[in-house]
């Protein structure tokens, strides 16, 4: 039997005073075209992934709405109270209709950069992120109210902003994947944190030689943090030392060195732009996580999480950086 609930109400609605709140927090794991939802008392989670060596999550909390209903489902079985069903939606098409009002969207907070604020040096006198989330950088708040009747209906948006309303109704598809990137928090290799801004700055210059892989390596002495690229333009390296102001945290008991697709890495940098800092860790099967803390307009803080699974080399591709991926060293 289907599980049931009161079909007077809806099994989700929410109201958010700002559309284009959830637009940037969306967008950070715009990389792939389509997002798994789960609906909860405590809020949304929009999960994507890509070939199953990269998810992306976003956890809106219900504190960033101004009204979060969330309806349970009675199992007519056992009389207990289910939480509603996880679907799949169009990401892409969730955005289009957040900024269906515009967005003055001038490459997030880094349009202010002046002429030398360039590179990491530069990033040392930049001040916060908070900029993307005033309603100078994002233009006029528009509400947006969020609902969901039930199995098999759609996802419906409706925005208002003065005096015109438009209403989206997105359909539901089953969802293609259930179980996340596994995070042994539990065997942790290392953890460190440190200002998003950095590790947005390190990406983008180690980009310049159109890199395929990034080799991470941690050690409990210097240099204690190092970002590795390669490709078939050549190689760069980015150092960080394990100083109070570069690196709030640094827990990294062993040497460890692990290697990941580049492509993959940067697919995060939308959430490097926007986040206050980032939690870098990695477990001894070389799984890293990547978790950005976000300063919100609410005053509050959401967090964006990423998944990679390290890089496995073809059969028959050696070469001598390859050989350290992944290694734990004693």
Not at 110 to 123: D, H, N
Request: net charge negative; charged share 20%.
């Amino acid at each position: 039997m289907e599980p049931l609930h009161d079909p007077e109400l809806p099994l989700f609605a929410a109201v958010s005073g700002s559309a284009k709140q959830l637009f940037q927090l969306l967008r950070c794991i715009g990389f792939s075209p389509k997002a798994q939802v789960r609906i909860s008392k405590g809020g949304l989670r929009f999960t994507v992934e890509d070939s199953r060596v990269m998810q992306g999550l976003v956890f809106l909390e219900k504190s960033l709405f101004a009204t979060y209903i969330c309806s349970s489902i009675t199992n007519p079985e056992t009389g207990e109270e289910d939480e509603p069903p996880v679907f799949q939606i169009s990401l892409s098409s969730l955005l289009e209709t957040l900024q269906i009002f515009g967005i003055n969207d001038a490459k997030d907070r880094w349009s202010t950069r002046e002429p030398g604020y360039g590179g990491l040096a530069g990033s040392l006198m930049r001040g916060g992120p908070a900029a993307a989330f005033e309603n100078k950088a994002l233009g006029m708040t528009g509400m947006c109210k969020l609902s969901y009747a039930g199995p098999g209906d759609p996802l419906c948006i409706i925005l208002e902003e003065t005096g015109v309303t438009t209403t989206c109704e997105l359909v539901t598809y089953e969802p293609e994947f259930e179980e996340d990137i596994p995070l042994q928090l539990d065997a942790l290799a290392h953890k460190i944190i440190m200002r998003a801004s950095w590790l947005h700055d390190a990406i983008t210059e180690l980009s310049s030689t159109s890199p395929t892989r990034l080799t991470i390596t941690a050690s409990p002495t210097a240099p204690c943090f190092t970002l590795s690229s390669t490709g078939p333009l050549g190689s760069a390296t980015v150092e960080f030392s394990n100083k109070a102001n570069l690196l709030e945290t640094f827990q990294v008991p062993r040497r460890t060195v692990n290697t990941y697709k580049f492509s993959l890495i940067k697919g995060a940098i939308k959430a490097m732009a926007i986040a206050s800092k980032v939690s870098i860790r990695a477990d001894e099967q070389g799984v890293l996580s990547l978790q950005f803390m976000v300063e919100v307009d609410t005053g509050g803080v959401s967090f964006v999480d990423f998944h990679f699974v390290p890089f496995e080399p073809e059969e028959g591709e050696h070469d001598e950086d390859i050989e350290l991926t992944n290694e734990v060293f004693s």
